[in-house]
């Protein structure tokens, strides 16, 4: 049986905070060429941001083709003096792995690996099919240079993609139970109301945007967007800040500003949406000298789903039967890659456990290490049977 937890404490040993790749990419290249996969390091380029380097893995030449996706760059560790075992170790201490990216998610890529090794061995080494591992240094940060380019570099190559599990940390509370089968979409704006600055003492002379803007957040934040459906909850839009920055009394100021964030399911694209914030805010706003206007940050994260069906149903089996838990399948939570991923085929999302993603003293139990890697060999073992 191939060691996850090898593997997972060598990338760990790789300090690869986002952009450095500091060698993880070389410990994965290492392994899979050594089982008989070729393997493509692909460096992309962006103006103002740093080269990332990027792999793709691919062994066998025929449909299905399963690819494993994930990502190795970490998050900065923060204040190093409050870890308890050294964050670019790879300690065990107790049964626990520690380190950045131990949950997101170079464990969850140590599993999937070993899973497949282990799958190839037991299978005279060459699936039923296809495997490949889609593996980016560019998740953490402005994600410019990872998975967006290269799914285009693989589909320019030919590369077809039947399904894709993404090793991304899901679980909640215990391992088996959350498989992330969507995610809802992200859009940001800022409302702006436009009046008249003048004094306070002749208001006439002025129109007060602060009044107005306050009519519109309510009337916004009051009016639901929709009222969910059976894979997603209902889009919430949320006030995170209202500005005037007006520093007098005496004085009516010219214009007020607040922003705001929607988290929206599938039964808007981020175009519907704009458009029925508009429609909204044109609706009501006061007749007279006040003007609203929102102005749209760019957003590429719209809302999917991968309907539940026989590919997630070979992936409830197989968390069953190693975990004993039977997983909820769910949208919520922020984005990832796979709002890429489900233009190019189905995605789910199915890793460790996530609730010390991103903090101090980032482990996960060695035991769910093991777990998972035989959760990802009984998907392999069903998708080729
Ligand atoms: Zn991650």
């Known amino acids: 049986m191939t060691d996850a937890l090898a593997i997972a404490r060598e990338l760990l040993r790789c300090p690869s905070v986002t952009p450095a790749d500091a060698g993880a990419l070389g410990v994965l290249e290492r392994l899979l060429r050594a089982a008989g996969f070729e393997v493509h390091r692909v460096t992309f380029s962006e103006p103002g941001a740093a080269d990332i380097d990027n792999l793709y893995a691919r062994i066998g030449d025929t449909a299905p083709h399963l690819t494993f996706a994930g990502h190795t760059d970490v998050v900065p560790p923060g204040d190093v003096a409050a870890w308890s075992h050294d964050a670019f170790a790879g300690e065990v201490a107790d049964g626990v792995l520690y380190g950045r990216g131990a949950v997101d998610m170079k464990g969850g890529i140590a599993c999937s690996v070993a899973a497949v090794l282990d799958y190839l061995a037991a299978n005279g080494g060459r699936p039923k099919g296809s495997i490949s591992f889609l593996i980016t240094g560019d998740e953490e940060d402005v994600a410019v240079n990872g998975t967006v380019k290269l799914l285009q570099w693989a589909a320019e190559r030919g590369e077809k993609f039947d399904h894709c599990v993404l090793g991304e940390p899901s679980n909640v509370e215990a391992?088996?139970?959350?498989?992330?089968?969507?995610r809802r979409g992200s859009l940001s704006g800022t409302l702006i109301v436009d009046g008249v600055q003048g004094h306070v003492a002749y208001p006439q002379r002025a129109a007060n945007p602060v009044p107005e803007i306050a009519r519109l957040i309510t009337a916004l934040s009051d009016d639901p967007l929709d009222h969910g459906n059976e894979q997603f909850p209902p889009s919430n839009l949320e006030f995170t800040s209202v500005d005037v920055g007006n520093a007098a009394t005496n004085v009516i100021p010219a214009q007020a500003r607040a922003k705001f964030n929607i988290r929206f399911n599938n039964q808007h694209s981020v175009e519907t949406l704009r458009s029925l914030i508009e429609q909204r805010v044109a609706a009501a706003v006061s007749a007279g000298r006040l003007k609203a206007r929102i102005e749209w940050l760019p957003s590429n994260s719209g809302a999917f789903v991968t309907k539940p069906g026989p590919f997630t149903d070979l992936v409830v089996?197989?968390?069953?039967?190693?975990?004993?838990?039977?997983?909820?399948?769910?949208?919520?939570?922020?984005?990832?890659?796979?709002?890429?991923?489900?233009?190019?085929?189905?995605?789910?999302?199915?890793?460790?456990?996530?609730?010390?993603?991103?903090?101090?003293?980032?482990?996960?139990?060695?035991?769910?290490?093991?777990?998972?890697?035989?959760?990802?060999?009984?998907v392999l073992d069903r998708y080729f049977a």
């Open 175 to 182: 391992l088996g139970d959350c498989i992330k089968i969507g």
């Open 317 to 378: 089996a197989a968390i069953e039967q190693v975990t004993g838990r039977r997983p909820k399948l769910d949208t919520g939570g922020g984005t990832s890659d796979a709002r890429f991923i489900t233009h190019y085929c189905p995605v789910i999302e199915f890793g460790l456990v996530g609730q010390t993603m991103h903090k101090v003293d980032e482990c996960t139990p060695v035991a769910d290490l093991q777990q998972l890697t035989a959760v990802y060999r009984g």
